[in-house]
């Protein structure tokens, strides 16, 4: 059983930065892609930023050129910069990390940006 664990979150200011940590336990299977996902009240779980095993990265359009995703493929770690953060990126945050076909979800972290 893989475990994430993600860690960073808070309450920041409109303009404000947060970094979010997500490290996968190792495993004896490689580690595929890893990324985030983000659900606010009343909405469903949406795809903020993924990771392959490669290095290749993808973010959502409302992310694009704020948020960066960087990954420490030594230590199954990876990272959500988020700069110029806006009150819609209020949010519970959730890792997740793929074994071939399972994906594996941290227990998320709240991330809360007043106006």
């Known amino acids: 059983q893989v475990q994430v664990a993600e860690s960073g979150g808070g309450l920041v200011q409109t303009g404000g930065s947060l970094r979010l940590s997500c490290a996968a336990s190792r495993s004896r299977f490689s580690i595929g892609g890893m990324g985030w996902y983000r659900q606010a009240p009343g909405d469903q779980r949406r795809l903020v930023a993924g990771i392959t095993s490669g290095g290749s990265t993808n973010y959502a359009d409302s992310v694009k050129g704020r948020f960066t995703l960087s990954r420490d493929t030594a230590n199954n770690t990876v990272y959500l910069q988020m700069n110029n953060l806006k009150p819609e990126d209020t949010a519970a945050y959730y890792c997740?990390?793929?074994?071939?076909?399972?994906?594996?979800w941290g227990q998320g972290t709240q991330v809360t940006v007043s106006s």
């Open positions: 997740y990390a793929y074994i071939g076909l399972n994906r594996y």
